[in-house]
């Protein structure tokens, strides 16, 4: 009954936290211009399922 909101939920925190992490590391790694290319890589798969 309530694993879809916890589902969701869930993947909406683990999305944000990976995400940090990773834009964080890309900063030490001083390769900031991959930040785009990150969020892109999240849109197509949106696209992609939706289809």
Do not use: P
């Not at 009954?1 to 944000?16: A, H, P």
């Not at 995400?19 to 890589?41: E, H, R, T």
């Amino acid at each position: 009954m309530y694993f879809g909101t916890f589902s969701s939920l869930s993947s909406g925190v683990v999305f944000v936290l990976v995400s940090s992490i990773v834009l964080q590391v890309l900063k030490k790694q001083n390769m900031q211009i991959f930040n785009g290319l990150f969020y892109s890589g999240v849109g197509i798969g949106i696209f992609l399922c939706s289809i």
